[in-house]
C-alpha cells in the first residue's frame, strides 16, 4: 500500500518553529517530487514548497521564503518541511503529496500528485 505518514505539527506562538515530516510506505522517493500543500479553514489548497529528486528545494509561495526549508533524506523516504518565525496566517492543515518527476521538476498544480499523506494541523496563534 502507497502512502505518506505526515507528523510534526502542533500549536506554536507566532515567531516560533515547527519541522513536519513526510514518511513514504511502500516506495522510494527516488523517482518523485515531494510537494508540501496547505489548507486553512474556508480557503482553497494552495502548493508551499516542493523537494525535487535532484535534492532542489522549491517554494510555490513567496510569503515563505526565507522562513521555510524543504529537504529530503531518501534512505530514509522521509521529507522534511522546517517552518521558523511561523505567522498567523501560516495556520492550516498541511499535506505532503508525491509526484512521478525526476531532475529539477516540482510542479505546482496539486493535480499532478499522485499520492497524498493524512494531513496533519499547524496552528499559530498567541
Known amino acids: 500500500q502507497l502512502q505518506f505518514v505526515e507528523s510534526g505539527g502542533g500549536l506554536v506562538q507566532p515567531g516560533g518553529s515547527l519541522r513536519l515530516s513526510c514518511v513514504a510506505s511502500?516506495?522510494?522517493?527516488?523517482?518523485?517530487?515531494i510537494g508540501w500543500f496547505r489548507q486553512a479553514p474556508g480557503k482553497e489548497r494552495e502548493g508551499v514548497s516542493c523537494?525535487?529528486?535532484?535534492?532542489?528545494?522549491?517554494h510555490f509561495l513567496d510569503s515563505v521564503k526565507g522562513r521555510f526549508t524543504v529537504t529530503r533524506d531518501n534512505a530514509k523516504k522521509t521529507v522534511y518541511l522546517q517552518m521558523n518565525s511561523l505567522k498567523l496566517e501560516d495556520t492550516a492543515v498541511y499535506y505532503c503529496?508525491?509526484?512521478?518527476?525526476?531532475?529539477?521538476?516540482?510542479?505546482?498544480?496539486?493535480?499532478?500528485?499522485?499520492?497524498w499523506g493524512q494531513g496533519t494541523q499547524v496552528t499559530v496563534s498567541s
Open positions: 503529496a508525491a509526484a512521478p518527476r525526476t531532475g529539477w521538476q516540482c510542479p505546482d498544480d496539486s493535480d499532478e500528485y499522485d499520492f
Open positions: 523537494s525535487s529528486t535532484s535534492g532542489g528545494g522549491f
Open positions: 511502500g516506495f522510494t522517493l527516488d523517482y518523485y517530487a
